[in-house]
């Protein structure tokens, strides 16, 4: 090179995204969906299981709701419907009854899982790309684990995701003209 002349600066190309279907990104949603569920495997410490499982095998045993309070001391056998979550409670009842502690997990996994899968859809709907949406994902997953309990909130939090799915699908579907 000549003292008189400066070096150009090298031409800056535009890299597109990876495609959701490159060995690269499916790599990645597997370290991802592993991230999530080791982060949501820990122990069961919920005291409010051995209700729910309670309520879930007498409704299962009763084939109805129960009537009457049966699990606490100052209000048994006062009049009691079962909370409004009772499908949950009759779910966990069939989980434990098949599969016990591991039917337990199975469900905080397949249920944080779908939650997040279906979040990362919306986002994808929404405009993201590249891999950058499953690390911020992973690190939604690791607040959302404190709320993984056995709870009728990991069923929320499926519908939820579901409803923000939804609503950008239409919203898509609006803008492109459909």
Known sequence: MSRGRKARAPARVAVPPLSPRHPAALFAMGVAASC???SV???LYDTDL????GEGRA???LHG???ANLWTWPGYGTSDLTAPWWLFRVLVWALWSAGGVVGLF???WLSTLAAFGILLSAARRLGARGLLPLVTTTLCVLVYRLRSDLRPETISAILF???LWLLEADRAGAASGG
């Not at 051995?50 to 499982?53: G, H």
């Open 36 to 38: 999530a569920v080791v």
């Open 41 to 43: 495997s820990y122990r």
């Open 50 to 53: 051995w209700l729910l499982l």
């Open 59 to 61: 409704i299962t045993m």
């Open 65 to 67: 709701l129960t009537r």
């Open 106 to 108: 199975a469900w905080r």
């Open 161 to 163: 995701a579901s409803v």
